[in-house]
């Protein structure tokens, strides 16, 4: 019997919901989610109740059928999709809703095949590096620990077809905290897309800068980070002054992986609805409730704890119905946009001075070793 186009749309539909609700347990994956998760935030994820049944049957109203209905809602209820996506999008959509809002469905749509050419019939010259990379990627979560397992060969596709589709960028270790988050709600083909549409700005701006030689723009956000905590908050950015500690030593993993590195899974996924409807922005929001959570100690704390207080953020400071929040009273769009000219004013100064004079070589020496510092981070810890 013939499907009408109707049956297919519904057929295409409860797969895609089928498939994001069949991910969930892989969210309970790792080892130590219960540090990460308190008692109702397993009971939500696992049991659910009458409260997100409701919030459910709303976004499936918004959504429409395999996704119909959502460029419309969105463009005559703007703040109600906004203030939606901040509460949180509900787990078995997510998958779903992540490609609808980064532009990665179109993308989809508009190159059959080219996913699959990719990862069979190309090759790639940065293979052997992310096939050494791979077990430290969500070590810690059951899905990418299976040596050659599903997920090891789910990941390896992607960052293989993406280190041959963009050559110029193609593979720097960090991406795979992107790609595995990705594949956790979405197939291979589906991850490869919306990865595509982070790095060459598909709907936001393109984010390939923040693995491209030199990470250029991991320099400029973590420029940006540090005016913003002398701006907001005066007495902490002073105090990170004297002791000699700058943004790199803790937050350009924030940028690299946009938090899916080294912090609980709920809040990851909290600021990932965000970020992927409203942009980089909120990275540096999310970085900046952080510390302003974890002032008052912060403060008071030498260069070697303050290390460590990086690396351990109390469970409260976590818990994304906490941190948001906070999170979303830092109005920064309009202060990164000068920042941003600033830092590329500064930028094409010191090159043209280094050009001619050779000046300023320890500035410039130092701006070099970003990138290799931030690299260095992701082996020196484990999720």
Same mark, same amino acid.
């Given at each position: ?114 996913? *699959? ?70 197939? *291979? ?18 984010? *390939? ?138 930028? *094409? ?35």
């Amino acid at each position: 019997m013939t499907l009408s186009l109707g049956q297919r749309l519904l057929g295409l539909w409860t797969d895609l919901v089928s498939l994001s609700q069949n991910r969930v347990p892989l969210l309970m994956g790792f080892r130590r989610v219960n540090s990460y998760m308190n008692v109702s935030v397993k009971a939500d994820i696992f049991l659910g109740n009458h409260r997100d049944g409701r919030r459910i049957k709303k976004w499936r109203k918004m959504i429409g059928v395999g996704g119909s209905d959502w460029k419309h809602y969105v463009r005559r209820n703007p703040h109600v999709v906004k203030r939606r996506i901040r509460k949180g999008i509900p787990d078995c959509l997510r998958g779903l809703v992540w490609q609808l809002i980064s532009g990665s469905r179109d993308l989809l749509l508009m190159n059959p095949g080219v996913y *699959e050419t990719l990862v069979i019939y190309e090759t790639s010259a940065s293979e052997l590096e992310i096939i050494r990379d791979i077990s430290r990627t969500f070590p810690s979560h059951i899905f990418f620990q299976q040596r050659h397992g599903p997920g090891q060969r789910s990941l390896y596709n992607v960052l293989k077809a993406y280190s041959v589709y963009d050559r110029d960028v193609g593979y720097v270790q960090g991406m795979g905290f992107l790609a595995g988050l990705l594949l956790l709600y979405m197939s *291979e083909e589906d991850a490869f897309w919306l990865l595509v549409a982070l790095l060459k700005g598909a709907v936001h701006a393109p984010m *390939e800068g923040l693995y491209q030689a030199g990470l250029p723009l991991v320099q400029q956000y973590l420029y940006q980070f540090e005016k913003l905590v002398l701006e907001q908050m005066p007495q902490l950015g002073q105090h990170f002054i004297e002791e000699m500690i700058n943004p790199s030593m803790y937050a350009s993993q924030w940028f690299i992986t946009v938090f899916s590195y080294s912090f609980p899974f709920h809040l990851t996924l909290r600021v990932w609805d965000v970020f992927l409807y409203e942009g980089i922005k909120v990275v540096f929001q999310v970085g900046l409730a952080l510390l302003r959570f974890c002032h008052d100690e912060l403060v008071k704390l030498p260069f070697e704890k303050l290390l460590h207080a990086f690396r351990n953020f109390p469970e409260e400071a976590t818990d994304p119905d906490v941190l948001l929040p906070i999170a979303f009273t830092f109005k920064v769009s309009g202060r990164l946009e000068e920042l941003e000219k600033e830092y590329q004013k500064k930028l *094409e100064g010191s090159n043209a001075s280094a050009s001619t004079k050779r000046s300023h070589p320890l500035k410039l020496k130092t701006m070099s070793r970003i990138g290799s510092r931030a690299l260095s981070n992701f082996t020196n810890s484990e999720k």
